[in-house]
């Protein structure tokens, strides 16, 4: 089977800049992680600070898992047979600011939400949080191998790389969500 052809303007053998920086992505999301940790130790904020750190945080869910979730309607819809391939490319074009932005508004609010870090939920939840970023970053890697095969169907290893990604994102999502909303009962 031939390999498909290297993006238009990038040599043959020479990894995609989103390949390049994937290492830094997952320094940079696991620093930014355990500095919420420690951050979250050493802030102590009022009523009124945690009220609005609540609202931003809930509204960082609905921006950046709101996206998700359209980008991942619009894969079954193409698994469906109901949308093309390329739609769904796009649609991952036109929503990585704002997963990202929610992602670091939950991060920088969930610092300010006074989190209970003797809670094995709290760990797990941060946990989860963690794999939403990391699974961010390959995310990124595997969007420019299926828009180097230029909207064509994705090859199996693709395929199977892109259920995986959007299993594991959909898994931590809901599972940090529902973690967050039991701690908060």
Known sequence: MQSPPPAAGR???????ARRWAPAGFVLVTA???GVLWLSRSLHPGAVATDLAL???LA?????????????WVALLWVAGRRRFGDVLRAADNVHI????????????????????????????M???LAVGWNGV???VLHTRLAAAG??????PLLVWSAASAAISQVAWWGATVIGFLNAI
């Open 151 to 156: 909207g064509s169907p994705p090859t199996r």
């Open 60 to 72: 960082s869910v609905v921006f950046g898992f709101g996206a998700v979730l359209a980008v991942d």
């Open 127 to 129: 946990l989860l949080v």
């Open 55 to 57: 609202f931003l945080h």
């Open 98 to 125: 704002p997963v990202w932005f929610g992602y670091a508004g939950l991060l920088v609010t969930g610092a300010l939400l006074r989190p209970d870090l003797t809670s094995g939920l709290t760990w797990a939840k």
């Open 138 to 140: 390959a995310a990124m």
């Open 11 to 17: 040599p043959r053998g020479r990894p995609s800049p």
């Open 32 to 34: 930014a992680v355990a």
